[in-house]
């Protein structure tokens, strides 16, 4: 497996994790849980985009890795 297919591999998960974080948020009563789900997929977004940014830097400097 190659880096780029892997950063893309963390990407997905990182992007899941997110979506589960904002779920959870939504889900709960608990002011506090929902504050702490949203702030750590708030957190997780700007991860998402750091690491979609270099896998535009990947997909540059590697064509052939473009589309996995």
Known sequence: MT???QVKTTL????SA???LETF???TQNQEAKNLFTQA???T????QQ????????ENEE??????
């Open 3 to 5: 880096v780029a297919s």
């Open 12 to 15: 997905a998960s990182l992007k």
């Open 18 to 20: 997110q979506a589960n």
């Open 25 to 27: 948020a939504l889900s």
């Open 41 to 43: 997929a708030q957190q």
């Open 45 to 48: 977004q700007q991860i998402v």
């Open 51 to 58: 690491v979609e940014s270099r896998v535009q830097q990947l």
């Open 63 to 68: 064509p052939q890795y473009k589309g996995f």
